[in-house]
C-alpha cells in the first residue's frame, strides 16, 4: 500500500491579520474573568513562511492500516471574535470547509482579508459541522469548551456578577509591577487604557475582539463588555499594573459590562397627574425632560442647566411630585427668600397662603411651615434646630457647598445626607475644578464616594506635598462627566435648547429691604400707609409717589448688593446693573472695587467720547463682568451685548425706558436668550410702581401698540420684540405723563427735579439739575418751584 504524499500552501502573509498572526510567546488570556496561562494551546502556528512555502500533509489510502489521526492529519485554524457579536474562522482553504461555511445563514466573506465570519448565534452550529469533517480543525472561541462546543462555566457570555467585577477594585497594586497604568472611561460604551508598552500585554490587547488603537494618543481602547475579561488577563501578568475603573463607574455602567441583564434605556415620562396642572402646562420640553430626569432618579439629582433655563419651575414640580413626602425644605441664597416665596404660590395656587415659612432670623422656627425658606447663613446659626429631619431638600445655588469647612456646609451635610429626596440646582457645577464638585457629589450620593481622598487621587491629580495633599488640580474630567450625567446630573446649555427659549425671560426677584436704620423704616411704613389711604388728586399721588420712590432707593441698597454678589459667587461671567439714584449707583460701584471685581459705569457725568470706549472694552474684556449704569443715562445708545443677564435694581416708571435700557443687551450680535431681573422691595415703592408699569403696557397691549407684557405671572413673557414701524409712535406714547391730567412735562425730568430737591446726596445718576435748566426751561421752573418750599 503506498502513501501519497500532498502539498497545501500556506495563506500568504497578507492574508494574516494582526488578530490572526502567531504570537511569539505564550499570553495569558482570561474566560469570564478566569485567568488562563496558555494561549490557545489547540491551534498549531503556521510554519514560518521563509523556511517553507509548503507544508506536507500525509494521506493514506484505501485499507492502510496506519490511518492517522484527524488532529495530526487535518486543517488547522481557528474561531476570533469579529466585532460585538460575530466570530471569525482563521483557516486555511478547504473546499469540504467552504461548503459547510455556505450553509450557515449569516456567514459573511471579506474579500480583502480572504476570511469568513458568522453570527454567535451560529456558533455551535458551525463547531458541530466542522467536527464531522475528518480533515479540519478548529480550535474554539476563548472561553468555549473544545469537546462540548457549548459556553464552558469560565465563558466570556457568562455575564461576570456586579460583586465580581467590583472585587478587582482592591488588590490590584503590585509592588513588582514594571509597567503601571490605569482604565479610564471615554464614552458610554468604551473604556481606555492609559499605559506604557509592553509586548506581552499588547499580545493581550490584541484578543479582545473590541479592541481600537489610536495612533494620535497612542492608547488601546475597548468595549465596556470586554473589560472583565481584560482586567482578568491584565491581572495574571505579574509584571503589569493597571489601576480599575473607580466603584462607582462600575455600579453606573453595570448594564454595559454585562453585569446586569437590565440595559439603559431611554427615561420614560413620568406621570404628573398629581400635581398641579398649571405647573405642568407651564413646562417648556427640555423642562420636561429635567422632571422625567429626577423623577428616574428617585429625586435624588444636580440640576446643572445653564443659567436662565427656569430650574426654579422643575425644582418645583419635581418637589410638588413628592407633596406627600413634606414639609419641604428650601436653601437657597439669602436674597432671593422671598422670589422663592413667590414662585410657590405662584406655580402651585392649591396651596394655602400660609403654607409658606420664610425664615428671616434665626429665632424663627424651621419647621413651622409646610415650606420652609431659609438662607445658607441663617441654616448655619440654628443649630439646636437642626435635629429636625426633613425627607424633601431643595438647595439652591448649592455651590455654595462647595467647601466642606464652612459652617454652611457643614450645617447642610447631615440634613441633605438624611433626606430621602435632595434636588440640588447649579448653573455653575464646576466640572474643571472637581474638588468644588465633591460635597455636592456626596449630597446626593453619599456612597459614591465616602471617603474625599480617593476621589480626590482619581480626579483632583492629588499630590502629596511637604504640608500635605494637594487637591487643586484635575483629572481624569471626561470620565467624571460621564459618570455624573449617568447617574446623578442633568444640565443644558442656552445653546442646546435655545430654539424653545424666548428672546427675552423676564423675572420678578422679591427682595427685602434690610439694614436700614428705624427712621428710614418708619418714614416707608407711613408712606406705604398713605399710599394706600389714596389722594384726592392724581397730582397730590403723583408727588407722593415721587418721595416714596426717593426713599425706597436707600432701602433697597444692601438687598440689591447681596444679589449681585450673589451672582458673582454663582460663576456670572457679564451682566449689566440699571439703577436711577446716584446714592444706589455709588453703592455698587464700592462693592465692587472693594470686592476688586472688574467693573464699567455709564451715567449723566460720563462724557459721550468715553462711552464708547468703555462699552468696547466690557464687549472684549474678560476681566470686565459687571457694567454699573443709569437708568436714564444708559438706557439708549449704548451695546453691551456680551452680556445676557441685565438686572434691574430700581424700577422706573416709564415701561419704555426700561424697554430701551433692556435692549442694551437684546441686540444685533446676541447669540443667546436675554435673562432679565427686576428686584422688586416689598413694603417700598415698588409695591406701587410695578403694578402701573404692568397696567401701562397692558393698555398698550390692548391698543395694539406693543407685544411686552411685564406681568409678573410669567417668567417668560416676550417672545421677540418685531421691528415695528410703529415703533417711534410707541415710545412717543411711553414719554408720556402716566396721569391724565393734560401735563406733557417729561416724568423722567420731573423725578430728577425732585431728586435733586429733596436729597442732594440722594440724586439721580443723570445730569444735575442745575445743568439740564439752560436745555430745559420747564425743568428750571419746576426746579425752582420744587426749592422754594424747602427752603422756607
Known sequence: MHCRTEYTPLPSDSMLTDASRPPCGP??????????????????????????????????????????????????????????DRFQVEVGYSAELIAVFKTVPSRSYDPATKMWNFSLEDYCHLMKEVKELSSVTLAPLEGMDAASQVPSSNSVTTSPTLKTLLKTCSGWQKPSAIVKGKCVLISR????????????????????????????????????????????????????????????????????????????????DADLSAVDSKI????????????????????????????????????????????????????????????????????????????????????????????????FDLLSKMDKQLKETFQVIIVDESHFLKNIKTARCRAAMPLLKAAKRVILLSGTPALSRPAELYTQIA????????????????????????????????????????????????????????????????????????????????????????????????????????????????????????????????????????AHHKIVLDAISEELEKKRVGYIRIDGSTPSAERQALCQNFQVSEKLCVAVLSITAANMGVTLSSADLVVFAELFWNPGVLIQAEDRAHRIGQTSSVSIHYLVAKGTADVFLWPMIQEKIKVLGAAGLSETNFSETAEATDYFIKQDPRQKTIYDLFQKTFADDGDDLDEALCMEAVDACQNPDLGCAGQSAEDSCSESPQLCMLYRCLQEPLHR
Open 27 to 84: 499570553c495569558p488570556e482570561t474566560c469570564g474573568g478566569s485567568s488562563v496561562s496558555h494561549f490557545y494551546s489547540t491551534v498549531q502556528p503556521f510554519a514560518p513562511l521563509k523556511e517553507a512555502k509548503v507544508q506536507k500533509r500525509d494521506s493514506c489510502g484505501g485499507g492502510s492500516s496506519a490511518v492517522h489521526s484527524k488532529a495530526r492529519c487535518a486543517l488547522k485554524g481557528r474561531c476570533v471574535r469579529h466585532g460585538g
Open 189 to 268: 460604551s468604551r473604556f481606555e487604557v492609559d499605559i506604557g508598552y509592553d509586548a506581552e500585554m499588547i499580545g493581550v490587547f490584541k484578543q479582545m475582539g473590541s479592541r481600537n488603537y489610536d495612533m494620535k494618543t497612542r492608547k488601546w481602547s475597548f468595549l465596556l463588555e470586554d473589560y472583565p475579561r481584560l482586567m482578568g488577563a491584565i491581572q495574571s501578568l505579574p509584571s503589569i499594573e493597571a489601576e480599575p475603573l473607580p466603584k462607582p463607574v462600575i455600579q453606573t455602567f453595570a448594564a454595559q459590562l454585562g453585569a446586569t441583564t437590565t440595559c439603559a434605556a431611554d427615561i420614560p
Open 280 to 375: 405642568v402646562a407651564g413646562l417648556m420640553p427640555f423642562q420636561r425632560e429635567g422632571v422625567n430626569f429626577a423623577i428616574s432618579r428617585e429625586g435624588r439629582l444636580l440640576l446643572a442647566d445653564d443659567m436662565g433655563l427656569g430650574k426654579t419651575i422643575q425644582a418645583i414640580c419635581i418637589a410638588a411630585y413628592y407633596q406627600k413626602e413634606w414639609p419641604l425644605l428650601v436653601v437657597t441664597p439669602s436674597s432671593v427668600r422671598f422670589t422663592w416665596a413667590e414662585a410657590f404660590h405662584r406655580w402651585l395656587p392649591s396651596l394655602s397662603p400660609g403654607s409658606t415659612n420664610v425664615i428671616v432670623t434665626g429665632k424663627d422656627s424651621l419647621t413651622s411651615g409646610l415650606i420652609n425658606i431659609v438662607s
Open 443 to 578: 449630597a446626593v450620593r453619599p456612597s459614591f464616594f465616602p471617603q474625599f481622598h480617593s476621589f480626590g487621587l482619581r480626579y483632583c491629580d492629588a499630590k502629596k506635598m511637604p504640608w500635605g495633599w494637594d487637591y487643586s488640580r484635575s483629572s481624569n474630567l471626561g470620565e467624571l462627566k460621564l459618570l455624573l450625567e449617568e447617574s446623578i446630573m442633568i444640565r443644558r446649555l442656552k445653546s442646546e435648547v435655545l430654539s424653545q427659549l424666548p428672546a427675552k425671560q423676564r423675572t420678578v426677584v422679591v427682595v427685602a429691604p434690610e439694614g436700614i436704620n428705624a427712621k428710614t423704616k418708619a418714614v416707608l411704613a407711613a408712606a406705604t400707609k398713605e399710599m394706600a389711604k389714596g389722594y384726592k388728586t392724581k397730582q397730590e399721588e403723583k408727588e407722593a409717589l415721587l418721595l416714596f420712590y426717593n426713599r425706597t432707593a436707600e432701602a433697597k441698597i444692601r438687598s440689591v448688593i447681596e444679589y449681585i454678589l450673589d451672582l458673582l459667587e454663582s460663576g456670572r461671567e457679564k451682566f449689566l446693573v440699571f
